[in-house]
């Protein structure tokens, strides 16, 4: 019944009139990759939590940094310039998505202590700045 309440509420709400989140331009290309690399994150995340909720805290570090750490960086070098989105982002946006490559980094360091009130205590500077920058940017 509360979900229900819940849906309600939001449905409520006023649709904001404008969107004042800044606009990255990129090209359609560079559009594009980073669609498909945020749904990759989510997949990823959603893989973290899930094995952290199955208490397998150690591999939720590796998927974490493989996918998301500083092991990610990069992943798109070997796309030619116009389908690459960092080089196409505001600096600012780029610095929060390099600084959420190393929070990951510094998540699976934790995890991999088994520890998972540690693991799950670093989980939320990840999650932080995935919602910095979709609260901040916008590419269309």
Excluded at 39 to 59: F, G, R
Excluded at 76 to 82: D, R, S, Y
Excluded at 128 to 140: E, K, L, P, Q
Aim: with cysteine; aromatic share 4%.
């Amino acid at each position: 019944m509360k979900r229900w309440i819940l849906i309600l509420a939001i449905l409520a709400l006023p649709v904001a009139a404008e969107d004042t989140r800044q606009f990255a331009k990129l090209t359609p290309q560079a559009q594009e990759t980073l669609r498909q690399e945020m749904l990759d994150n989510l997949l990823a995340v959603n893989s973290i939590i899930t094995m952290l909720a199955a208490n397998q805290v150690k591999e939720a570090g590796e998927v974490a940094e493989k996918e998301l750490g500083r092991g990610a960086m990069g992943k798109n070098a070997h796309l030619p310039f116009e389908a690459r989105p960092g080089p196409q982002m505001p600096r600012d946006m780029h610095q929060l998505a390099i600084s959420g490559h190393f929070a990951a980094s510094d998540f699976a360091n934790i995890a991999k202590s088994g520890d998972r009130e540690k693991a799950l205590s670093a989980l939320p500077a990840v999650m932080g700045t995935c919602i910095a920058c979709h609260a901040s940017y916008r590419t269309r």
